[in-house]
């Protein structure tokens, strides 16, 4: 990046941010500390942070070109900034990622802290179109696991029902699954969890065990950008009914996500099913995330995503692609029925 551009680019940041704390200041004053009127308090915040974005929105500035001018972002801003701990969490990523299992388990449950100011930076993150895609996504996946098991309780009442997340987190999916479930025969079911993060996976299990058998929950602690030459070494992956992969692909460059998708439609069973999905490039929270989070996405067109299948190969009749929330989030859908 050019050197002007980067100072232009920073002053501009420094403007954004001088913004917003007078903007905040002036509704302190107003709302006394943002406790007398808690619809109008959130208005003038939300406000403030839509004015510092269309600010930052402006400079032309994103992805990892932001990382720098943000600093000076939050080196004006960062006290006040701070309070919101779900943007303080993404930004600080304590557990290496973003988009951690603690993350994730807020966003699917609406939280926010009790900060007087902190709550509204929070509730402002909630109301982003990306959060409420992820929302809908574990929604989606949830019917689609259900879906899949009522289908094979059905037609195949006596073979046991095997179920991956790749890149599990919490798990939420599997969790919501399992809360609407009425199949009376869920001893057949078998959940495998795939992660790195040996906290997301004992969150998930310690969850997931209410519901059912410990026994039949599988924790696989693997390197999931090596799971293609691991699948392949060491066979990891069973034969899956059905098989999804949550956010994993948001951060794979072309040709691994090619093996990636390749290694999990070869896992499956004849009839199996597998859910993908990955932000797409109109995601209209990406200013937020990059500027406000350092969160950082590898975004792929519905086009793209069909490319990929195409690449494995799977079948054009046995895959569709569809969205979510305006195609802020794109999922391939591909099933061996």
Sequence with gaps: MEKNFIQTVSSTAHYAASELVDRLAQSQRETR?????????????????????????????????TRLPSNTLWKIAGNILSSGVLQLHAREKPRGYAGDHIMLSRIASFWTCNHPLGQFFDRFFQDQAAPMAVRDRSHLIAAKI???????????????????????????????????????NQNAWHIHL???????????????????????IHQHRVNLFRLPQNQTQSHVIPPIDFCYCAGLFDYLPTSQASSMLSTLWNCLRQDGSLLVFNFGPVNPSRVYMEWFG????????????????????????????????????????????
């Excluded at 073979?159 to 009425?182: D, N, Q, V």
């Excluded at 792929?300 to 989030?329: C, F, H, M, W």
Aim: charged letters at 20%; hydrophobic letters at 35%; proline letters at 5%.
């Design 146 to 184: 259900l879906a899949a098991a009522d289908r094979q309780a059905t037609q195949r009442p006596s073979r046991e029902f095997h179920l991956a997340a790749i890149g599990s987190g919490p798990a939420i999916e599997i969790e919501l699954a399992l809360r609407k479930s009425t199949d009376t």
């Design 294 to 337: 350092n969160w950082y996405l590898l975004y792929r067109t519905p086009e793209e995503l069909q490319t990929l299948a195409e690449s494995v190969p799977i079948p054009s009749p046995e895959y569709r692609v569809g969205d979510l929330q305006n195609k802020t989030i794109v999922y391939l859908e591909a099933s061996g029925l």
């Design 33 to 65: 500390n943002w406790t007398t009127d808690q619809d109008e308090a959130y208005r003038q915040v939300c406000h403030a942070l839509n004015h510092c974005l269309d600010i930052l929105r402006q400079t032309g500035c994103n992805g990892e070109s």
């Design 194 to 216: 795939f992660d790195m993060d040996p906290a997301a996976l004992a969150y998930a299990h310690a969850h997931l065990r209410h519901y059912i058998s410990a026994a039949n």
